[in-house]
């Protein structure tokens, strides 16, 4: 029942992210799309460290794989923050807007990130319950 609580939880605050994010480009007084190009970031962010962790055979210690991968999802993720930057300040679009989608990105990159902490942890969980 547990990680019903936390998937339910998830979900809440991935909507709550994807809200911020659409709020910053459909308001009136922002009224531009641009924005909308952080849900790529979104989408690349994990897919680092399902590759490493599927290649990777050890857990315990580091490896170049999951260094490269955690650098790579660090890339990503410093893109997902600049990319509005870069938009505000070549007036693409406004501040307000430009503060609406980096609260987006924050709230959908903690969600990412307690994804992987509580349904990564190992062999104990099986999506065949879902």
């Known amino acids: 029942m547990a990680g019903i609580k936390a998937l339910v939880g998830l979900s809440f605050s991935g909507a709550i992210g994807l ?14 799309y641009w924005p909308l190009f952080v849900l790529i970031f979104y989408v690349l962010s994990p897919i680092p460290t399902f590759i490493s962790r599927r290649l990777s055979d050890d857990d315990s210690s580091s490896n170049a794989c999951r260094e490269l991968a955690y650098f790579l999802t660090t890339g990503i993720v410093v893109s997902s923050f600049g990319l509005p930057i870069v938009l ?17 990105n924050a709230v ?13 942890g190992g062999d104990e969980f099986s999506w065949e319950q879902w």
């Open 19 to 32: 809200t911020f994010l659409l709020l910053g480009c459909a308001l009136e007084q922002y009224g531009v």
């Open 108 to 120: 959908i990159f903690l969600t990412i990130l307690g994804f992987f902490v509580i349904f990564g």
């Open 88 to 104: 505000a300040r070549n007036s693409t679009i406004q501040w307000g807007a430009c503060g609406l989608v980096m609260t987006g």
